[in-house]
Structure formats: structure tokens, C-alpha cells
């Protein structure tokens, strides 16, 4: 079962056109977020949280978080920025035991630039649950206003708890 949901993802992301949600998104699309190829593998990236926890913040869910290649070999000292174009996903369920996401809450350290203000991530916002659908990507308001809490960790909150069990 849990081949045949990470099959229908996949067939949904590769399905779906990652377009730009402004003309500053393309100027920017080193990283290759235009295309939905830039997320296709993401069942393969390392899975930094071994199990799933429980999110207030995004939509009380219990959540995954995978890094592909790129953040996973970033400098893990807490503050040091992630590599340009490194990605990252957080995979929601309904429950604790849930083998179908719900929703995927994808960023993108995009190059220098981009939203200097805010750490140069781009957000992206796909809910699984009505088919391949982007609900929003770019500079998110809602993502930039809670990640900047985070400011001093590159705008990602789970950096504490990865470094911690990488060690």
C-alpha cells in the first residue's frame, strides 16, 4: 500500500507544472522549481525526522520532514545558511499511523536575491488530497510571517532536531 501511495504521489508532482508564481521566480529558476522534476524523487531524499511528530503549525498534523541531497550535505552548524538550491519537504498525515499524505509543504533555498529579506526561500504549497493542485508557491506571506521566527536557523525549525540526530 505504501508503494501505491508514493506511486500516486509521484504520478501527481510529475503531473502537475511547477510554474513560477511571479516573473522574480523565473529570473530565479537555477534551482528548478518551474519544473516538477525538481521534487519527483522526494520518497528517496533522507528522511530526517525518524518519526512522525505532531505539528501545531501546520494544521495540527502529525508530519515528516525530508531533505534532498543538496540540505542534507549543507553545513549542519545551526546557523549556517543552506546550499543555494537545496529542498525541503514536510509530509503531513491525519494521524500518527497514516500512510497517505495529505498535504506536502515543500521550500527551496533559491540564489541570492530572490526575497533577501526573508533568506531567499521559496514556498510551495501542494495538497495531495484534491489532486495534483498547487495551492501556492513563491514568497508565501503565511510562510515567510512563521518562518521568519527562525531567522537566526535559515528560516527552518527542525534544524535543532536534525543536527541532534545526525550526531
Known sequence: MRRITCFLISAF???YPFGPQDANATEFD???IESSIAFEDWQQWAKTTPEPYFSREHGNRWVTIYFDDLAGTSDQSISAPFAVCAKIIKVHFTSVTGATPRKLFLMTKMPAG???D???WWYGNYNHLVGPAMIEQGAIEACIDCHKKASSLDYVFSRPMIAKSTK
Do not use: A, V, Y
Open 13 to 15: 508532482l510529475l503531473s
Open 114 to 116: 530572490f526575497d533577501p
Open 30 to 32: 537555477e534551482c528548478g
Open 118 to 120: 526573508h533568506g531567499d
